[in-house]
């Protein structure tokens, strides 16, 4: 089983953050989660993390991987099945999406590491999604086997709407979307934020 990092590129652990954390963690399993980059969190936002799970406080820019590729909308090919078999770590930035996107990924990531890179598709997808997407092709799922919708409205108050241009996966006819984050936009959106 191969090991996932999220590389933490935001200056704290927003509650964004950690829902969608939580969510890796289930799907991949703590023992094949890694975080890299916390040194500048704080000791709660640590052991939070250790819950989900291994915790390194130096960027993965500064760790010596063997057998490691970058997942970055950016990069010029699409990760599939016989390509994923060769690499033991796959890794990702944990970073909130911006619209349009920045390209923080081949900022911070591609462009500091000499590891081959893919993409899961153009689209920005949340950290949760993609690494979602590369699980299923780690197992076996060809990209464009794969079904997704392309932005998904939630209802925050009677009339309000949180637009989230982001790509999700479809599995069952379900967007898959990380637990916990409608009630977090609703409770945002009572405190006006």
Known sequence: MPYYIVEHLEPKLYPWCFLE?????????????????????????????KELGKVHEESVTNMHLEKACILDPNAKTALNPKIAAKFDYFIFGGILGDNPPRARTTEYLTSKLNFPAFNLGKAQMSTDTAVLVCKEIVDGKKLENLNFKDGVSI?????????????????????????GLKKLLKELAKRGL
């Open 21 to 49: 954390y939580k969510h890796i963690s289930k799907i991949v399993g703590k023992a094949n989660l890694i975080f890299t980059n916390t040194k500048h969190l704080g000791e709660e936002d640590i052991k939070k993390l």
């Open 155 to 179: 209802k925050v108050e009677k009339y309000l709407w949180e637009e989230l241009p982001y790509r999700y996966l479809v599995k069952n006819g379900k967007v898959v979307f990380t637990p």
